[in-house]
């Protein structure tokens, strides 16, 4: 139902674009969010867009470097991440919930996808 890609290595300071396609249901009236967990770690919260596309959240420790954002005819969530540090590294994941109270929340979200690595070298 969700389709993670774009991960991969980069440089510290490099770039990359994820994309996560979504199927199997009605996207524009879902929110959309992204995670991450690295090795050891819990899943984080690292992103999330409202289902009308107005209204985004993020971690502070990627305010000003992450930009998250969806096409909904394309039923699509992006996640354009900049600046990227050793401390990104980690898999990302994609996860869609129809109604949320607390967007922050890795259990409010119904459906995730399988994942893709980003690593970053220092």
């Known amino acids: 139902l969700l389709e993670e890609s774009g991960g991969g290595l980069v440089q510290t300071g490099g770039s990359l674009r994820l994309s996560c396609a979504a199927s199997?249901?009605?996207?524009?009236?879902?929110?959309m969010a992204w995670f991450r967990q690295a090795p050891g770690k819990e899943r984080e919260f690292v992103a999330a867009?409202?289902?009308?596309?107005?209204?985004?959240y993020d971690v502070d420790s990627v305010k000003g470097r992450f930009t998250i954002s969806r096409d909904n005819p394309k039923n699509t969530v992006y996640l354009q991440m900049n600046s990227l540090k050793p401390e990104d590294t980690a898999v990302y994941y994609c996860?869609?919930?129809?109604?949320?109270?607390?967007?922050?929340?890795?259990?409010?979200?119904?459906?995730w996808g399988q994942g893709t690595q980003v690593t970053v070298s220092s």
């Open positions: 996860g869609a919930a129809p109604i949320i109270r607390n967007i922050r929340a890795k259990n409010e979200y119904r459906y």
């Open positions: 199997g249901f009605t996207f524009r009236f879902y929110n």
């Open positions: 867009i409202e289902s009308s596309g107005d209204t985004t």
